[in-house]
C-alpha cells in the first residue's frame, strides 16, 4: 500500500492510456496533456483501455515512483470524460485501489436498534 501523506492531491488522467508508457512517457503526458507538474508531490492515476489495469506516478520528493495495480475481475470506475484531469480525494483512491465505486460507496453494514 502507498503511505500517501495527508493532503496530497489525486488527479485522474481521463480518457484511455496506453498502458505501455514508463515513467518517463508518463511523465511527460501530466506535463503536456494535463498541464500539471509531475514533480509537484500530487499522485496521478491512469487507466487502460481495457479497464483493469492502472497505474498511479508519483513525485514523493526524493525521487519518481510508478506503481500498477490489475484487478483480476472487473474493471476500475473511471470518469467519462474524455479529455483532462479529475481531482479525487486520497480515500477515493483507496476505494478504487479496492475494486469499489469510489463515486458512491454504500455502507454493508446494518445499524443495530436500540432496546
Not at 58 to 70: A, E, I, P, Q
Amino acid at each position: 500500500m502507498i503511505a500517501v501523506p495527508s493532503g496530497v492531491r489525486v488527479w485522474l488522467a481521463t480518457g484511455h492510456t496506453d498502458m505501455r508508457r514508463g515513467m518517463n512517457g508518463l511523465a511527460l503526458q501530466v506535463q503536456e496533456a494535463l498541464r500539471r507538474d509531475p514533480h509537484a508531490g500530487d499522485l496521478f492515476v491512469f487507466r487502460g483501455a481495457r479497464g483493469n489495469l492502472i497505474k498511479i506516478l508519483w513525485h514523493d520528493g526524493l525521487g519518481m515512483s510508478l506503481y500498477t495495480k490489475r484487478l483480476e475481475r472487473g474493471r476500475f470506475i473511471w470518469p467519462s470524460v474524455a479529455d483532462g484531469a479529475v481531482s479525487i480525494s486520497a480515500s477515493q483512491l483507496a476505494y478504487m485501489l479496492d475494486g469499489i465505486d469510489w463515486r458512491n460507496p454504500v455502507h454493508t453494514f446494518r445499524p443495530q436498534r436500540a432496546g
